[in-house]
């Protein structure tokens, strides 16, 4: 999700706030499950991958609006 960013600026807000830490890894967790639900690797109903997805993309936006805010924040 953040591959486009500096690696090190990512690694440095996960170290300085946990809730966009724990908010990156479900992300990660949540984006790994759809896609293996996708492929067929992971059996799950229609239900709950859609709910997955909705999660993912809430995380998503979160995330994106704290970069921003922390962006936002320097100088």
């Known amino acids: 999700m953040f591959e486009s960013k500096p690696q090190d600026e990512v690694d440095a807000l996960m170290k300085r706030d946990s809730e966009f830490r724990v908010l990156y890894h479900r992300h990660r967790k949540l984006d790994s499950k759809v896609r293996d639900a996708e492929i067929g690797a992971l059996p799950m109903d229609g239900m709950t991958l859609a709910g997955m997805k909705r999660e993912k ?18 100088p």
């Open 57 to 74: 993309l809430r995380a998503k936006h979160k995330l994106t609006q704290m970069w921003a805010d922390r962006s936002q924040a320097i």
